[in-house]
């Protein structure tokens, strides 16, 4: 199993600020991912942290809006920036330590709110 | 999209109730897992069935596959108070421009009434 430490937990955010979200896990994992909860809904896959390299995005999410890094194996930082009330939302850390997408781990959440 | 769609969208019984929710998606998948997720919090693994599997326990929990359909059902039975919370399937599917990733279901959100 993995143990992800995801920090901060919540935050309320201005208009046009933007905040940078940790997810640090306690083993080296091959694959991390980047996942927004609206609420009520369902989740969406933002992107995928690559270790060393840009991060591959989803249809619907860019660079420039959500910057992500991935220095090493167990740590990855999401950003979400010029953040608009739109972007209230749960965001979520997960890792799958096989590579094979058959149990992913999970953060605890950031729970986002932007007046 | 491949995404599942899952009904009821909530459920609300006694303790002590078996407590059944279902899962529909629409491509070929590989394997498809439940996840609960309490209170807006992480998501916790549930249970992987294989789509050459047709049932599988663990506990009370025990969910079927029915590839023809494309669709599961997740049971619980004898639920407790500490089973509230929102439940969610996921899927594999195949590879879309080569990157791998889980689709979750619009989820089920589960309430036990004491």
């Known amino acids: 199993s993995a143990v992800i430490s995801q920090k901060p937990s919540r935050d309320i955010c201005q208009r046009g600020t933007s905040l940078t979200i940790q997810c640090q896990v306690d083993?080296?994992?091959?694959?991390m991912f980047w996942y927004r909860q609206q609420p009520g809904q369902s989740l969406t896959l933002i992107a995928t942290a690559n270790q060393g390299s840009e991060a591959t995005y989803e249809s619907g999410f860019v660079i420039d809006k959500f910057p992500i890094s991935r220095p090493n194996l167990t740590f990855s930082t999401l950003t979400v920036s010029n953040m608009s009330p739109e972007d209230s939302s749960i965001y979520l850390c997960?890792?799958?330590?096989?590579?094979?997408?058959?149990?992913?781990?999970f953060g605890s959440g950031t729970q986002l709110s932007v007046l | 999209s491949q995404q599942g769609e899952e009904d009821p969208q909530a459920l609300s019984i006694q303790e002590g109730e078996n407590a059944t929710m279902n899962c529909s998606y629409k491509t070929s998948i590989n394997n498809l897992q439940w996840y609960r997720q309490n209170s807006g919090r992480g998501l916790v693994h549930l249970i992987l069935i294989r789509s050459n599997e047709r049932e599988k326990h663990s506990g009370r929990l025990r969910v079927t596959l029915d590839t023809s359909k494309k669709s599961s059902s997740l049971l619980i039975t004898a639920s407790r108070a500490a089973d509230t919370a929102s439940y969610f399937c996921a899927t594999d599917g195949f590879p879309i421009q080569g990157a791998q990733k889980l689709v979750f279901g619009q989820g089920t959100r589960l309430t036990i009434n004491p």
């Open positions: 083993s080296q994992v091959t694959m």
């Open positions: 997960s890792v799958d330590q096989t590579g094979y997408r058959e149990k992913l781990f």
